[in-house]
């Protein structure tokens, strides 16, 4: 009688010994980890929030109040040699005289003897407008394309509150020319 050894008990087991992979621990750490990124995240956003919006598109509704205001709609324009401060449905004195950026006429405030602007005097300007239209909140920043960032955030600053944290105007909207 003859001996027969069969092939299937030649074979390894690796196949039937393999097993799942646990990543349980690993998704354990990956939660973690990302729950605490989440909350660093937003404790340290709350220490540099400035309140911009957008510039809204499109005409309001008609047949209004026809005593009603119009809007300042204030504009604080930073260029290479100053700021340019102009508003429609307002006044501002002086603002007529000096013409606008594009006409190549001199700024509202000029930059200072050595180069830097002069946020002191853009504040004390927007504390005269500020008395003459103490119901007005709202600002429009336009800026060049290569204009520094903390020029942006200092002219922010200096249109937004007095030296003393009395509010001039909080409400910033960002646009460019």
Known sequence: ???????????PKEEEEAGELNIVPYLDILMNLIIFMLLSMTGLATFGILNVSAPA??????????TEKPPLLLTVAIAKNGFYIAATGGVLPGIESQGSASEGAPPTIAKKGDGSYDYAALNAKMKEI??????????????EADTQYEVLVSTMDGTRETADRKLLFPDVTLASF
């Open 1 to 11: 009688m003859a001996f027969h050894v069969s092939k299937r008990k030649l074979k």
């Open 57 to 66: 598109y499109g005409g309001g509704v008609g047949g209004g109040d026809p």
């Open 130 to 143: 500020k008395a003459s239209f103490p119901d007005e909140s709202k600002v429009i920043i336009a800026a």
